[in-house]
C-alpha cells in the first residue's frame, strides 16, 4: 500500500521547538518532524546515523571541529557517535530520518560520551542536481544502509522499480505519480503537491508526470 502525509499539515500540529513528532517510515527507517528554535544541548548517538533535511529556515550544526549552516532542501548525516549541537535563531523546520524505536522521545535527549570518529556529510539537493540531466537519480548520501537521492524532471519521466521500501519527497512543483506492482493491490494514482510524502514498497514500478520543472527527495532503504 502507499501512505502519504503533507508537511504543512504536519506544521501546523508541532507547537513546541524540538518535539518530535513520527510523519512516516520506510523498512526499519523512521521519519520524524519538528521545529527548531533556540538549541538542543550537545549529544551524541552510538546505535544509528541521523539525516537531517531542512525544510524551511536555516538551522546551524556544530560538532568539536566544524560550524555548518544549512538552508531549505539541504540534507546533513551526522555519523554515529560524533558529538554535535544544533539550533536556530529563527523558526525553522526539520525533518530526521534514522533507524530509531523510540518515537515519543524529545530530540537530544540521549547522551553518551563515547569518543567521535567522523565528520557530517552535507548535499545540497539543487546544486547536485544542477549538473545532470533531467530524470536522473543523483546520490546524495547513505546513511544506515539507506541511499538519498535527488531527482528532478518536467514532463512524462522513466518507469522506475523500487528495490526497497522508499520514502519520497516533492520539494518543487507538482506531479502526478502512477505506481503499480507486487506490494500494491491495484494500481495506484495521485497528485503531490510541494512538502507531500508518499511511502512506496519494494518492488513498485513507479513514474511521475509534471507540467512544470519538479524536484523530489527519494529516500531507500535495502531490500
Keep these: 500500500m502507499i501512505f502519504r502525509a503533507s508537511i504543512p499539515?504536519?506544521?501546523?500540529?508541532?507547537?513546541?521547538?524540538?518535539?518530535?513528532?513520527?510523519?512516516?517510515?520506510?523498512?526499519?527507517?523512521?521519519?520524524?518532524?519538528?521545529?527548531?528554535?533556540?538549541?538542543?544541548?550537545?549529544?551524541?548517538h552510538l546505535e544509528f546515523d541521523e539525516v537531517f533535511l531542512v525544510y524551511e529556515g536555516l538551522v546551524t550544526f556544530w560538532t568539536d571541529r566544524e560550524e555548518i549552516t544549512l538552508k531549505p532542501d539541504e540534507l546533513i548525516r551526522i555519523p554515529a557517535g560524533l558529538a554535535h549541537r544544533s539550533g536556530s535563531r529563527l523558526p525553522s523546520l526539520v525533518l530526521l530520518f534514522r533507524r530509531d524505536l523510540s518515537?515519543?522521545?524529545?530530540?537530544?535527549?540521549?547522551?553518551?560520551?563515547?569518543?567521535?570518529?567522523?565528520?557530517?556529510?552535507?548535499?545540497?539537493?539543487?546544486?547536485?542536481?544542477?549538473?545532470?540531466?533531467?530524470?536522473?537519480?543523483?546520490?546524495?548520501?547513505?546513511?544506515?544502509?539507506?541511499?538519498?537521492?535527488?531527482?528532478?524532471?518536467?514532463?512524462?519521466?522513466?518507469?522506475?522499480?523500487?528495490?526497497?521500501?522508499?520514502?519520497?519527497?516533492?520539494?518543487?512543483?507538482?506531479?502526478e505519480m502512477m505506481a503499480e506492482g507486487l506490494g500494491l493491490p491495484e494500481p495506484a494514482r495521485g497528485i503531490l503537491g510541494p512538502g507531500e510524502l508518499a511511502v512506496l514498497p519494494e518492488g513498485v514500478h513507479w513514474r511521475w508526470q509534471s507540467q512544470e520543472p519538479s524536484t523530489l527527495l527519494l529516500a531507500e532503504g535495502p531490500p
Design 9 to 44: 499539515e504536519i506544521r501546523e500540529g508541532l507547537v513546541q521547538p524540538f518535539q518530535v513528532r513520527e510523519i512516516a517510515r520506510f523498512g526499519t527507517i523512521r521519519v520524524y518532524a519538528y521545529r527548531s528554535l533556540g538549541e538542543i544541548a550537545r549529544h551524541r
Design 103 to 175: 518515537p515519543g522521545r524529545w530530540n537530544g535527549s540521549f547522551r553518551t560520551h563515547a569518543p567521535a570518529g567522523a565528520r557530517p556529510e552535507i548535499a545540497r539537493i539543487h546544486e547536485a542536481l544542477r549538473a545532470h540531466p533531467p530524470f536522473t537519480r543523483v546520490h546524495l548520501l547513505t546513511a544506515s544502509g539507506v541511499r538519498y537521492y535527488g531527482l528532478q524532471g518536467n514532463g512524462p519521466s522513466p518507469t522506475w522499480t523500487t528495490r526497497g521500501p522508499m520514502f519520497l519527497l516533492l520539494l518543487r512543483g507538482e506531479v
